[in-house]
């Protein structure tokens, strides 16, 4: 049994992505960024001229490690056609090789915080580089100690275009569902904490009470329902297609 809210056609799930994924039909495309040992990449502080702070550790992932287990990707694969994995490259041990992987240069111009981070895809493409300042976050209302600009998130979704069915198992705050719902997209939102659960319903409702980025969506502000502790079989199944093997 699980907690679970409809509001458009973005579907949100209070629960453990490891308990809730098995049990949820195919998807276009995964979009997420999962949480990971920061510790193990030697980054335990940050320091600035004025102060030096520490930065967020992941000490209690629910995982046997600091990462997820190898099962898990397996499991975001077989559940979807395409991924797009933020901090692929802590993943590497679990993910297969690919071509396209993805940067986003975060602008810092030297600054001592990393200059970009990097997102796995299974896309057998070149690699891709948006430019966008961190700052940008703090315009979109920074509500997560990890959360992605919202154009971000948009310019990964376009670099799919055939996707309509969309699921982050990480939902956060929410920007994936935010840019979903923007633009007209199906999305499967699975999230762990009560706090940012119910952040990311308050910002996709918002999402649809804005003007859309294309006409052909299907659903205007104010269409939410609400489902409580509703098994999730029975609800309809979305639209994505099974991954297939060439």
Request: some cysteine.
């Amino acid at each position: 049994m699980f907690e679970e809210v409809t509001i458009g056609e973005c579907r949100l799930i209070l629960g453990d992505c490891r308990e809730v994924l098995p049990l949820l039909p195919p998807v276009d495309l995964v979009l997420t960024d999962p949480p990971y040992g920061i510790s193990r990449a030697g980054q335990k502080e940050t320091f600035t001229k004025e102060r030096k702070h520490k930065r967020k550790h992941y000490d209690d992932l629910g995982w046997d490690d600091d990462t997820p287990p190898h099962w898990f990707f397996g499991l975001l694969i077989e559940k979807s056609a395409e991924q797009m994995i933020w901090g692929g490259n802590y993943f590497t041990y679990a993910l297969p090789p690919s071509m396209g992987w993805l940067y986003w240069d975060k602008g810092q111009d030297g600054l001592s915080m990393s200059d970009g981070e990097l997102c796995f895809t299974s896309r057998q493409s070149a690699l891709r580089a948006f430019r966008l300042n961190r700052g940008e976050i703090a315009k979109d209302g920074a509500e997560h100690p990890t959360q992605k600009p919202l154009r971000l998130m948009t310019w990964c979704l376009s670099l799919v275009p055939d996707a309509r069915t969309v699921c982050d198992p990480f939902m956060g705050s929410g920007t994936t569902g935010v840019a979903c719902a923007r633009m007209g997209l199906q999305f499967v939102g699975i999230e762990r904490e009560r706090k940012y659960f119910d952040i990311a319903c308050r910002r996709i409702e918002q999402a649809y009470a804005q003007p859309r980025l294309f006409e052909d969506a299907k659903v205007g502000a104010g269409d939410t329902a609400v489902q409580g502790d509703m098994l999730l079989p029975a609800n309809a199944a979305l639209t994505g297609r099974p991954r297939t093997k060439d």
